[in-house]
Nanobody, 116 residues
Framework: QVQLVESGGGLVHPGDSLRLSCATS??????YDWFRQAPGKEREFVAG????????NYADSVKGRFTISRDNAKNTVYLQMNSLKPEDTAVYYC???????????WGQGTQVTVSS
């Protein structure tokens, strides 16, 4: 069974940092991504990692502030978020594509609220 479980969300002030975690089921994934969805808006891509070229990419809105990384030993993907802004407020979702089928899986989401 494929499972993605996010954690680490919360309420922070502008300028603060937060690290989200996504525990995966230990299966082999070809890529990992973080998405977010703010109230009344569509879900948008935030950051991604591809095993094929060990490359990362980021949405322009978070470039230079957010970093995606993975701890293979812990089967966990992270999203380090620095210099948070109120417009970063959203539910953040971890997503991954299973290498065997290329099917995309989603976590349940974790709320991040940035407010003074």
């Amino acid at each position: 069974q494929v499972q993605l479980v996010e954690s680490g969300g919360g309420l922070v002030h502008p300028g603060d940092s937060l690290r989200l975690s996504c525990a995966t089921s230990g299966r082999t994934f070809s890529s990992y991504d973080w998405f977010r969805q703010a109230p009344g808006k569509e879900r948008e891509f935030v950051a991604g990692f591809r095993w094929s070229n060990s490359g990362t990419n980021y949405a322009d809105s978070v470039k230079g502030r957010f970093t995606i990384s993975r701890d293979n030993a812990k089967n966990t993907v992270y999203l380090q978020m620095n210099s948070l802004k109120p417009e970063d407020t959203a539910v953040y979702y971890c997503s991954a594509r299973l290498s065997a089928t290329m099917r995309r899986y989603w976590g349940q989401g974790t709320q991040v609220t940035v407010s003074s």
